[in-house]
């Protein structure tokens, strides 16, 4: 069984940063690929940043040169630095894993605003 628990949410005034963590239990491996996604009340969930298991990484445009993700295999954890934050950034955040299909953490709440 995967299991996925993010933190780090909260909430931040608008140029702040945030660094959110989301820990892997089970059969995790360093292959796998995890990332982070996001999502706002009457939108789709919205892609922000992916990682492989070599370190290569992908970021939304929305939020490149602001947005850092990165992993720590020995810890099965994915993190997400967040800088600059806009109000536009104000979302639930979920991270997941890809173990033959997706698995989701239960969201993390980022609130920005002044």
């Known amino acids: 069984q995967v299991q996925l628990v993010e933190s780090g949410g909260g909430l931040v005034q608008p140029g702040g940063s945030l660094r959110l963590s989301c820990a892997a239990s089970?059969?995790?491996?360093?292959?796998?690929?995890m990332g982070w996604h996001r999502q706002t009340p009457g939108k789709q969930r919205e892609a922000v940043a992916t990682i492989t298991g070599d370190g290569s990484t992908t970021d939304a445009d929305s939020v490149k040169g602001r947005f850092t993700i990165s992993r720590d295999n020995a810890k099965n954890t994915v993190y997400l630095q967040m800088n600059s934050l806009k109000p536009e950034d104000a979302a639930v955040y979920y991270c997941y894993v890809v173990i033959l299909k997706l698995y989701w953490g239960q969201g993390t709440q980022v609130t920005v605003s002044s």
């Open positions: 089970g059969s995790i491996f360093n292959i796998n690929p």
